[in-house]
């Protein structure tokens, strides 16, 4: 089974919004990871977050993770048409390797 | 770097038919990971190499799939034969250290492939 579960499956918001995206997990992680995949395109990393970090900023990006809950979500802040795409949370629950979730389908409306 | 470089980047084959993916892992990097995606399965790991040795094959779907590593800067996904439920985006993704580290994976742009 997964170890991560994002939630919603899909999110369409207005351009200028934020979009808020969530991470389940099930078993104890060392840290967890965001990443974005365009249509067509390879995933790419966004941001790391520790298990013994509660929240981590890069640019418009914002993570937190609430190891009590096993869960996570990322921020989007004043969102962009560019900013369309899926987004996956990858945790390391197996020091050698990475679970990735299902995704949310992130779509920003102009 | 180029970064992690798959090819081809598209292959549409006939059922039965041979098919080999290539992947150019990033230089330096110790780990590497082949996933299949698909609408109804996500992303799949399939085979994961560490230092060039086959780790963990247990998401090859069957016996049809194969995977190799001869050296630190080249792999192959070998299909034969295939048949159209392979149909998939295949990607390697290479990493220093097996979660990545503070960079995590690098991903190829992949390979679509269709069998007809």
């Known amino acids: 089974s997964q170890q991560g579960e994002e939630d919603p499956q899909a999110l369409s918001i207005q351009e200028g919004e934020n979009a808020t995206m969530n991470c389940s997990y099930k078993?104890?992680?060392?840290?967890l990871q965001w990443y974005r995949q365009n249509s067509g395109r390879g995933l790419v990393h966004l941001i790391l977050?520790?298990?013994?970090?509660r929240e981590k900023h890069s640019g418009r990006l914002r993570v937190t993770l609430d190891t009590s809950k096993k869960s996570s979500s990322l921020l989007i802040t004043a969102s962009r048409a560019a900013d369309t795409a899926s987004y996956f949370c990858?945790?390391?629950?197996?020091?050698?390797?990475?679970?990735f979730g299902q995704g949310t389908r992130l779509t920003i409306n102009p | 770097d180029a970064g992690v470089i798959q090819s081809p980047r598209h292959e549409v084959t006939e059922m039965g038919q041979e098919v080999t993916l290539r992947c150019k892992p990033i230089?330096?990097?110790?780990?590497l990971f082949w996933y299949r995606q698909t609408m109804m399965r996500g992303l799949e790991l399939l085979i994961y190499?560490?230092?060039?040795?086959?780790?963990?094959d247990s998401g090859m779907p069957e016996d049809r799939f194969s995977a190799k590593m001869p050296n630190a800067s080249f792999s192959t996904l070998k299909i034969q034969p295939s048949e159209p439920r392979d149909s998939a985006v295949y990607f390697c993704?290479?990493?220093?250290?097996?979660?990545?580290?503070?960079?995590?994976?690098?991903f190829g742009s992949g390979t679509r492939l269709t069998v007809v």
């Open positions: 993704a290479s990493s220093l250290g097996g979660s990545g580290g503070n960079y995590g994976y690098t």
């Open positions: 078993t104890s992680i060392n840290n």
């Open positions: 977050i520790r298990s013994n970090e």
């Open positions: 990858a945790t390391d629950a197996d020091v050698q390797k990475l679970v």
């Open positions: 230089s330096g990097h110790d780990y």
């Open positions: 190499f560490n230092n060039n040795v086959p780790i963990d």
